[in-house]
């Protein structure tokens, strides 16, 4: 019996031994797994790093683009809108010139309208004085007849 015994535990040794070892070969490969998990993770996590990094380059790099294209539309509509009053201005003083020859017509028409209503006058007064003239000198004539 003893010898059963002895071999039982034999076995059981051996069993056990074998368990270890198994035990110990996948604690190895599980400590293995692990390093590589681990580098994995570190490396996925500097991938994330870097396209997050070229991410916020490009969302700087497109938010200057739109700044500048603001800024240049900016820039184009003071210059729509200077070039605008500008042009105003030269309408206005072009307006304010055209009203000052109006009214220095309208006064050169005014004055002509009295030189003509003076002249209707004095050809009336002369054209008067000339028939009264005419019917003095008639009846002169027919006085002397």
Do not use: F, P
């Amino acid at each position: 019996m003893s010898d059963e015994h002895s071999a039982a535990a034999d076995e059981v040794t051996a069993r056990i031994g074998e368990a270890e070892r198994t035990l110990a070969a996948a604690a190895e490969a599980a400590a293995a797994a692990e390093k590589r998990a681990e580098a994995e993770i570190r490396a996925l996590e500097a991938d994330l790093e870097k396209y997050r990094a070229a991410e916020d380059r490009d969302l700087k790099a497109l938010e200057l683009r739109h700044e500048e294209e603001l800024q240049k539309e900016r820039e184009a509509k003071e210059r729509a809108i200077a070039a605008a009053e500008e042009r105003l201005s030269e309408i206005e003083a072009q307006t304010d010139a055209a009203e000052e020859r109006i009214a220095a017509a309208e006064r050169r028409a005014e004055e002509a309208e009295k030189a003509v209503a003076a002249e209707s006058a004095r050809a009336r007064e002369g054209a008067a004085a000339w028939l009264r003239e005419r019917i003095d000198q008639i009846r002169r004539e027919g006085g002397e007849k």
